[in-house]
């Protein structure tokens, strides 16, 4: 399985990663850790007439603590690097429990957060972890930046708001807050493959113990990550107990639309998703009043 | 003899050069001038070919050739039946046999359709986008039943109701013992196989050196002997004109002896026509339409009994999934017929299986062979036997084994061999009882499981039960000789994927010349360094190649007795061989190194008496009257969650008796290495075909193999009842590992979840956490 | 579609290179058959069974999803550059052999490669944590035990 030809530049600034990229627009396709895209092109499912390695753009790779909105982190952060930051584990404790289920060590040595978020697959992990944490992705062109909700960002499968000359520069999280707790759970057929189903929750305390906000998001439940918004609202402004879990769980599972694949029947995936709430929203809310 | 390395954990002689990445696969073979190919496959699952137009691809900048089956001319047949239907009476067999390249028809996605010569694969798999082919669908045949019907589509047009072959067997009377039995249990079982899916993918590389008028082709196959002589055949030439070389192959497992794959028959033709070296080297996402594979059957099967769980006869009729070609003839479902019988005394059978010829790729056998649907049947049919006669599982099994002075024990029908499925050897009995008590089986039942219970954990125990006919003929041969260095060559006919030849056979030979192993080479796979053999298949190396190893050292030790005895002037009986040398018992100082021995033995100077033949060389050959019977047993504690069914192990011991053990690091490396596929077979494994005979998961992100996480530790121990087929009493070990794994999955899953009690049997394997799902909706 | 070729300098094994490569040849292929270092294997190049990984920069990553092109610069370790010779032995190449944690030995190269820096990173693992680092390995004749087996003895052995 040899890739079609193709043309292949290096770009060593940001500019003339863009300058190349507004140039050929579609037919170029940015190259970061290449884990998601290379296989494609060995499959021959993608033919970029031109590549453009952007992986010595390193002043984008790194996270940085901007309060207060939160950490930047640059588009060319390799997994294996924010997995070995012990400010994940502290800060982002979603994106921390996420890891180790994405892919395989050898895979997030060079994937990029960036990459992966770009590429938009619907059963990926990071982006209904970036959903549930409501983050921003800052693209940048030669026209100019924006900043992009994440819920704005993921307009389809494979398909994201990124337009033909713009490139994901940044991803901008919140840092974990006080009160708060979160859970990442999946459920697939062995370690590292995408997800059946994967649930990613936060859940943040009031004074009082109740519910302040809670965001639940899921992988592989639609044609882009999925906000279960119903379910997350039902919490806000409650004690969560067993029954307002049961409640969201059973919530999530009617109103996901997930496709179905060769691994699981759609039935089983609505099941998994219900199960999964529980189980997510049941350690978050244990995390949160440990917190 | 001293045996000091038979037996032993030998560290093996190959591993420093796999280790170092400087052993030799095939797509290391480099040569001058080579040419690369990529074939164009169809598409569709069944089609009528209008037309390829390759004249574009010709056109293409570094493309050398682009070939039809047109182009092939007369060279153009179908490939030989390998194997033929064995000597059973009654039985239809309608013999298709695959193709080089497609004319007029394609039967299976993959099927090739024309292959391009370049000057890199890059290049080549460019030019077959420039191949313009017209395809005109037909109904895929994909269905086995509906295969059947008079009206379904037809694979081979002139073959109605794709049926491929109807076989019955049995032995006494079914019918009669129904009648008087106080139990019948009978269900419908479908049992799947997959994909061998070996790290290594195939390949093959031709040389056709007009110079010399030879011919030399590496190729990954487990047969090179059968291989070099039917491309001879077919290319007009004489077998001394050929050279097949299986280098170091990445894993075999069955497959790779399939033979005159259409790349296999191609390739040389290309390579002579071009006079120009070619490889072709298999992707992944053509091994899994390119590369044989096992599939499904479906078992409509009950088994009579007495009150007291006695089995007093079973009878099976099932469908079998061969694809779209037959030509390995019945071996899968024979196999699943005999091995059914297991270690029970089944003295009434009836067995019928019906060959159904599909849209897809064609089944061969993949490390089982077909044994693991006859073995799921008989297993499962006993777990719900015992459950209504409320029996233990393992009581159930103990009260019907073959007696251990019941041996040879002739169970009649014919076997893959040809020859009556005769158990040579066996104990079963210990065998259960070591798996139990490995496993913790009446502890857990007792304490354990309702403990975990108590906790809302949901832990089961399974055990089952196999026979294995393994070391099955034709024959084997081999070549010991000693070298003036005082080193030893051995040369067989079969290849090696892995299994240890290098060694296990050095190890037989060591004792024998009292040399070490790791003085001793072995040649395998190499039709010029030995001309004859049947290859690497059926769990037969160790035993039958291992035997003729055997038989040619003895000779050789023989010959240089009697030759040291000369020297010595001394009697044979005072001599004794170690260390590399020959020395006189009893007197200090008196040795001859065997290297000096091997230069006294081929003068280049004067005379010999007659009848002396040169060198410390010899060889023999071995062939069994039948194959020698391993069997074991093998036991696991899994824990499953209720609400996602996913599955963890939680305990897995095998017990397993192959007889004398050669080395006991490779066999349990065996064992583990067959229970890792059975554990892909059982619970994540599965080629799914949709309705129009499409693979939707052709890759190995979605065709899941077994990873370290997947594989539980594995204790293993070994009981061991001496083949008396053959002098060295071995057994064979190959496949044993991946045999009763699915049963044994089913059996715990319903323990861990109570189904059974709740009316819900596990009938089919693979299983998965969707399928448990699918299968326990009337619990929600 | 058109291509290009671009000339690199690649560090193999202590070994600079200097070559020219179309843009599209596999960082793996590269390997094998511009270098002649074919002790890299390939198994699927898709990035799932782990045959292909080498050392790049000192990370375990998947050859067969990186471009030559991509190499330029960069410093590479194959199994090759493992052990001096086939007589002085890496000691995970030891322990795999005295373990038996290869029979084929195709995807042995992969593992070796993997292994060395997890075992860099985690000097003293338990088996739980060998079995997760060794899960983007696929094996198909081992079963994983020896290999396990093997790993830990190595840990061992390095330690000391």
Redesign the interface.
């Known amino acids: 399985?040899?890739?079609?030809?193709?043309?292949?530049v290096?770009a060593w600034t940001l500019d003339q990663a863009l300058q190349l990229k507004a140039q050929y627009g579609d037919e170029a396709h940015f190259?970061a850790g290449?884990?998601s895209l290379?296989?494609t092109m060995?499959?021959?499912l993608t033919?970029p007439?031109v590549?453009i390695?952007i992986?010595r753009l390193s002043e984008y790779a790194g996270v940085k603590n901007c309060p207060p909105e939160g950490l930047r982190i640059g588009a060319l952060t390799r997994y294996?690097n924010l997995e070995r930051d012990p400010a994940t584990a502290r800060d982002l404790p979603l994106v921390h429990e996420a890891l180790?289920h994405i892919?395989?060590?050898?895979?997030r040595?060079?994937g990029t957060i960036g990459g992966n978020l770009a590429h938009a697959d619907p059963a990926s992990e990071m982006p209904a972890i970036v959903l549930a944490l409501a983050g921003k992705l800052r693209a940048q062109s030669v026209r100019g930046e924006r900043r992009i909700a994440a819920a704005d960002f993921f307009v389809g499968a494979l398909s994201t708001a990124l337009e033909p000359d713009e490139m994901l520069v940044e991803v901008e999280l919140p840092v974990a807050q006080p009160r708060s707790g979160a859970c990442f759970l999946e459920?697939a057929?062995?370690?590292?493959?995408?997800a059946?189903i994967g649930v990613a929750c936060t859940l943040r305390l009031d004074e009082q113990g109740r519910c302040a906000a809670a965001r639940i998001a899921l992988c592989n439940a639609g044609d882009t990550p999925v906000l279960a918004a119903q379910a997350s609202d039902s919490l806000v402004g409650r004690r969560v107990g067993a029954a307002e879990i049961d409640g969201a769980a059973e919530l999530v599972r009617r109103s996901i639309e997930p496709g179905g694949n060769?691994?699981?029947?759609k039935?089983?995936q609505h099941?998994?998703a219900g199960?999964?709430t529980g189980r997510a929203l049941a350690t978050a809310v244990e995390r949160a009043g440990a917190a | 003899m001293a045996t000091r390395n038979f037996g032993a954990p030998v560290r093996r002689n190959e591993d420093a050069r796999l280790l170092s990445g400087q052993a030799l696969f095939i797509d290391d073979v480099e040569l001058p001038g080579m040419l690369h190919a990529a074939f164009l496959r169809s598409n569709l699952a069944h089609a009528a070919i209008r037309s390829i137009d390759v004249s574009a691809a010709r056109a293409r900048d570094g493309i050398l050739a682009v070939y039809t089956a047109a182009d092939l001319g007369d060279y153009w047949a179908p490939g030989p039946l390998l194997v033929p239907p064995p000597p059973i009476a009654g039985l239809t067999f309608n013999q298709r046999t695959q193709v080089p390249l497609a004319k007029d028809k394609v039967r299976h996605v993959g099927e090739p359709l024309a292959v391009v010569l370049a000057q890199s694969?890059?290049l080549a798999?460019?030019a077959l986008t420039d191949i313009a082919v017209e395809l005109d669908p037909l109904p895929a045949v994909v269905d086995l039943e509906k295969a059947l019907a008079e009206t379904s589509a037809r694979v081979h047009d002139d073959v109605p109701g794709n049926v491929a072959a109807r076989v019955r067997q049995g032995r006494g009377n079914y019918a009669a013992t129904r009648a008087r039995a106080d139990h019948i249990v009978g269900r419908r079982f479908r049992y799947d196989h997959g994909a061998s899916s070996p790290i290594e993918t195939r390949g093959v590389v031709a040389n056709w050196d007009a110079r010399a008028d030879q011919l030399t082709v590496w190729d990954t196959t487990q047969a090179p002997v059968f291989l070099r002589n039917g491309l001879a055949a077919m290319l007009g030439l004489s077998e001394r004109q050929v050279r097949v070389i299986a280098p170091f192959v990445g894993g075999g497992f069955g497959p790779k002896i399939m033979l005159f794959y259409p790349e296999e028959v191609v390739i040389p033709w290309a390579a002579k026509k071009l006079n120009r070296p070619v490889k072709w080297i298999e992707?992944?996402?053509e091994h899994f339409f390119a590369t044989t594979q096992e599939r499904g059957q479906i078992h409509d099967a009950e088994m009579a009994l007495s009150r007291d769980g006695r089995i007093l006869g079973v009878k099976d009729t099932f469908l079998h999934d061969t694809g779209a070609y037959d030509p390995y003839g019945l071996t899968v479902p024979i196999n699943s017929q005999c091995t059914l019988l297991g270690p029970y005394v089944i003295a009434n059978y009836e067995s019928t299986f019906t060959a159904v010829f599909t849209n897809k790729p064609i089944v061969t056998p993949y490390r089982g062979a077909g044994r693991q649907h006859g073995v799921f049947v008989i297993e499962r049919l006993l777990d719900l036997a015992a459950h209504e006669l409320k029996l233990d599982r393992a009581e159930i099994r103990r009260r019907n084994f073959i007696p251990p002075d019941a041996f040879p024990y002739n169970n009649e029908i014919i076997y893959q061999d040809f020859a009556p499925l005769q158990y040579d050897s066996g104990n079963y009995a210990p065998i259960l009882d070591k798996a139990l008590d490995l496993i913790g089986y009446d502890r857990f039942l007792a304490e354990e499981q309702p403990r975990l219970r108590a906790q809302g954990r949901h832990v089961g125990v399974g055990v089952t039960c196999y026979v294995e006919g393994t070391g099955i003929g034709p024959y084997e041969g081999a070549k010991v000789q000693v070298q003036a260095n005082g080193k030893v060559s051995v040369a067989t006919g079969i290849g090696t994927q892995g299994q240890g030849h290098f060694t296990v056979f050095a190890q037989i030979v060591a004792d024998q010349l009292g040399v070490e192993v790791r003085d001793i080479d072995v040649v395998t796979g190499d039709t010029d360094q030995f001309y004859w053999g049947a290859g690497t298949f059926a769990s037969r190396g160790a035993v039958v190649a291992g035997n003729a190893v055997n038989e040619a050292a003895k000779a050789v030790r023989q010959k240089i007795l009697k030759l040291a005895a000369e020297h010595f002037e001394c009697a044979e009986e005072d001599l004794e061989i170690a260390n590399g040398a020959v020395s006189v018992v009893g007197i200090p100082g008196q040795a001859v190194k065997l290297g000096a021995l091997a230069l006294k033995a081929n003068p280049m100077r004067g005379a010999v008496r007659p009848g002396t033949e040169p060198g410390l060389e010899s060889t023999q050959y071995f062939g069994p009257p039948s194959g020698a019977t391993a069997s074991g047993a093998h036991a696991m504690i899994v824990e499953v969650d209720p609400?996602?069914f996913?599955l963890k192990v939680l305990k897995y011991a095998v017990v397993h008796d192959c007889g004398t053990v050669i080395n006991p690091l490779i066999l349990a490396g065996q064992i583990h290495g067959g229970v890792a596929q059975g554990i892909g077979n059982a619970f994540?494994e599965q080629l799914?075909f949709d309705d129009e005979g499409q693979l939707?998961?052709a890759s190995l992100?979605?065709y899941?193999l077994?990873?370290a996480?997947?594989v539980p530790h594995m204790q293993i121990a070994h009981t061991e009842t001496v083949s008396p087929l053959n002098p060295l009493g071995i057994k064979g070990a190959g496949e044993a590992g991946a045999i009763p794994v699915g049963p044994l999955f089913a059996q715990a899953i319903e323990d861990a979840l109570g189904l059974l009690d709740k009316k819900i049997e596990l009938l089919e394997i693979p299983l998965?956490?969707?399928r448990l799902?699918?299968l326990t909706a009337k619990l929600r | 579609?058109?291509?290009?070729t671009?000339d690199i300098t690649v560090t193999v094994n202590g070994t600079q290179y200097r070559r020219a490569v179309?843009?599209?040849t596999?960082l793996s292929d590269f390997l094998r058959h511009d270098l002649s270092l074919a002790g890299t294997h390939v198994g699927c190049?898709?990035?799932v069974c782990?045959a292909c990984?080498v050392l790049?920069d000192g990370?375990?990553?998947?050859s067969?999803?990186?471009?030559a092109?991509?190499a330029?610069g960069h410093a590479i370790m194959t199994v090759e550059g493992l052990a001096a010779d086939r007589d002085h032995l890496h000691p995970l190449q030891e322990s795999m052999r005295d373990c038996h944690g290869l029979q084929c030995g195709y995807c042995t190269p992969g593992i070796l490669m993997?292994m060395k820096v997890?075992l860099e990173e985690t000097p003293a693992p338990d088996e739980a944590q060998i079995r997760?680092?060794l899960?983007?390995n696929l094996c198909r004749c081992t079963g994983y035990q020896h290999i396990v087996e093997a790993v830990a003895l190595a840990a061992e052995r390095l330690r000391r």
Do not use: W
Not at chain 3, 1 to 4: L, S
Not at chain 3, 64 to 67: A, I, N, R, T
């Open positions: 399985m040899k890739p079609a030809p193709f043309r292949y290096a190259l290449g884990q290379v296989p060995n499959f021959r033919q007439a590549l390695d992986n294996r180790p892919a395989h060590p050898q895979i040595n060079r459920l057929r062995r370690r590292g493959d995408f059946i060769v691994h699981a029947s039935e089983f099941h998994i199960v999964l | 694969r890059y798999e460019d992707d992944r996402l609400q996602t996913a994540y799914v939707l998961n992100a979605e899941l077994p990873t996480l997947d998965s956490p969707n799902f699918e | 579609m058109t291509t290009d671009h179309e843009a599209r596999l190049e898709q990035g782990g990984t790049f990370a375990a990553v998947r067969c999803l990186m471009f092109a991509q330029d993997t997890f997760e680092a899960s983007g």
